[in-house]
């Protein structure tokens, strides 16, 4: 049984930072891509970034582009997002998912699993 489990989130002021991480189990992530996607309170979920199999690709949504960065660490079956710059509209329960294919994908629909997400809440 593939889990996911999200952890980091919490409450800070805009401009902070924060580090969410991913902890897989069930599944080696190393073969396969990993996405990290927000919902906020009344909106639709939202791709924010995904990293290739090995992590030489990252992909980021253009609102998060030169503020968040997506890594992984396969050895240890761990993704991770840090977030720099923080706004309030980053303000949103954050999921890590996994993809059943080594490349990219920005759609949700295409991630098998999921986490049960972390609350991200950014003050002005």
């Known amino acids: 049984q593939v889990q996911l489990v999200e952890s980091g989130g919490g409450l800070v002021q805009a401009g902070g930072s924060l580090r969410l991480s991913c902890a897989a189990s069930g599944r080696t992530l190393s073969t396969y891509a990993m996405g990290w996607f927000r919902q906020g309170s009344g909106k639709e979920r939202e791709f924010v970034a995904a990293?290739?199999?090995?992590?030489?690709?990252?992909f980021y949504t253009d609102s998060v582009k030169g503020r968040f960065t997506i890594s992984r660490d396969n050895a240890k079956n761990m993704v991770y997002l840090r977030m720099n710059s923080l706004k309030p509209d980053d303000t949103a329960v954050y999921y890590c998912?996994?993809?059943?294919?080594?490349?990219?994908?920005?759609?949700?629909?295409?991630?098998?699993?999921w986490g049960q997400g972390t609350q991200v809440t950014v003050s002005s």
């Open positions: 990293t290739r199999w090995s992590g030489a690709f990252t």
């Open positions: 998912a996994s993809v059943d294919t080594p490349v990219v994908v920005t759609s949700a629909a295409a991630y098998r699993y």
